[in-house]
């Protein structure tokens, strides 16, 4: 049942909103818009195909993209496009599938490889003194990453969707996407059945019991 949660296709809000990428609302200022997949791929809005092909790829552009993420303050389409990425004078407005932070692969510091490893090869390496064990978001490699917190990601049985603490700016959480999500759900225990959220996770042989509030005070 959580496997075929997890492959569930996400729910699409179809909204019409008028905007022209590149208008200029005022001198000096350009507005662009912005899509975010559950997997974490950035596409331009209005782009009518979204898949590999067509998402941005170049790492040195999406870390300077997302480290500039950040709730939508502005008296504009705070509606339909919660998020912003300022970059000079270009005003980048973000919708996403469901957060603008989606985790992709879990690696050491400082041991990052392009081809991201299997779960089982990661729990199961050597731990390195001083190789943190680090989430990387945003598709930037290991450009964006936070630290790993085993007892502190979450599964919500409605959606089987996996979260796990993210920056404040960002709105404090992030989605796992999917491929790791149910990688990770085969250390997950649900002591309360599978109806309810999982209470422990297993990690590197260490079973840890999991924070089931911290995501209250997040953006969601």
């Not at 959580?2 to 609302?25: D, I, K, M, N, T």
């Not at 998020?83 to 005003?91: I, K, M, T, Y």
């Amino acid at each position: 049942m959580l496997l075929r949660r997890l492959f569930s296709p996400p729910l699409q809000c179809c909204r019409q909103v008028a905007y022209v990428q590149g208008q200029s609302p005022a001198p000096k200022i350009r507005e662009y818009f912005y899509y975010i997949d559950h997997e974490g791929m950035l596409f331009l809005d209005d782009a009518r195909i979204k898949n590999f092909t067509s998402c941005f790829k170049e790492k040195q552009f999406l870390e300077f993209f997302f480290k500039r993420v950040k709730l939508n303050d502005t008296d504009r389409y705070q509606g339909e496009f919660p998020f912003l990425s300022v970059c000079g004078r270009e005003r980048n407005y973000i919708r996403c599938d469901d957060l603008p932070i989606v985790f992709t692969h879990i690696f050491q510091d400082g041991l990052y490889r392009s081809a991201p490893l299997k779960l089982v090869v990661i729990e199961y390496s050597p731990i390195l003194p001083g190789n943190a064990d680090k989430l990387s978001y945003a598709h930037a490699g290991d450009k964006m990453s936070v630290s790993w917190q085993p007892d502190r990601i979450c599964m919500f049985p409605d959606t089987g969707r996996v979260y796990h603490p993210a920056p404040e700016r960002y709105g404090a959480i992030g989605l796992v996407r999917s491929k790791l999500a149910i990688e990770l759900s085969a250390s997950f225990t649900f002591q309360n059945g599978e109806e309810h959220p999982p209470t422990h996770f297993r990690w590197k042989a260490h079973d840890y019991e999991l924070d089931q509030h911290w995501w209250k005070e997040t953006y969601i």
